[in-house]
């Protein structure tokens, strides 16, 4: 089985430089002209923003279930990243491809497109979608507004894999991700007269002493030990703050994420710090000057991959990517947004998520041979209709 084919067309999505703040809309079309090409029916969703665009492939009848084979488009900047190629030219070394987005997720797009015209060929009755999404790795809008047109829409999958790189191994959970920006307004004067200011950089201080107090509540309470981190995590990564050493800061803005367990609402977890915030911190801040505040905005919230939805889908799957043993990942995908429109969504695809975002991503041929055997046997099986899918 050769896999100059999928090589080939690995090294063509590379190409697109599709960095989530660009736009990803010259690979989407390459991709859609492709598919239409070979006899598949294409729809391609604009995006809420210029420049970006999600593509839904229908390849075979156009009917209500079947299954959608899922990726991203977009990938992570390279910059300020030490590569020794160049990472939009696919490169070969060794039984690896390097290149940015080989592993996280063209290598697993990149089979899909290449086993189109078997799926086309096979006549299936029932619908094999590819589905493509944009800016997964900023603020999931794509899946967001693409989840939206399936749930209205009459020819909704049935199933879902998406093919973030897992080794090939069936993922049936993941912890949510939401990301929120904390904008906290002082009172500036000189820091002389310190209490006839309040210092945006110091309350914004008691704003992480309260998340590091919420993470110890939450690991008090739900446990889960299919995740490394068996816990809910609330994390501070950003702070920025204040102009000078003698001046009470005017403004300091925090950057905190929850990673919430499946079935945990992160939106219910910042309800508690707008909480607290209003009843302690405003207050003591507007005492002293009544332009203070603190702003807690939404930047992203996608919810977890719950396994009480996926489980039956998971188990028909297992044997046809030989895998022994269910798995839990704590990263965020856009899993939980198809599952929250009835779509039971599992996560596989071809690659390691250790080298995804790295200098030097690649992905092992062997893990591109062995998403292709998936496929082929997943098509097989819908072609003998041995595959069920609810
Ligand atoms: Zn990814």
Redesign the pocket.
Known sequence: MSLANTISILERLVAFDTVSSRSNVELIDWVANRLEDQGAKAFVQHGDEPGKANLYATLGPDAPGGIMLSG?SDVVPVAGQDWSTDPFVLTERDGRLYGRGSA??KGFIACCVEAAPRILAAKLSVPVHIALSYN??SNMHGMRLLAAHLAASASRPAACVIG??TLMQVVVANKGAAIYRCRVRGHSVHSSLRDQGVSAVEMAAEVVVYLNALQRRLNEAERHDGFEFPHTSVHAGMIHGGTAHNITAKDCEITFEVRALPGVSAAAIVALVREHCARELVPRMRAVSPDCDIVIDEILDAPGLDERGNGELARRLMPLCNCHALGRVSFG?EAGMLQEIGVPTVVCGPGEIRV?HQPDEYVEIDQLARCRGFLDTLTERLARGELVLG
């Open positions: 991203h996280d997720m997964e790795e973030e790189p995908t995804a």
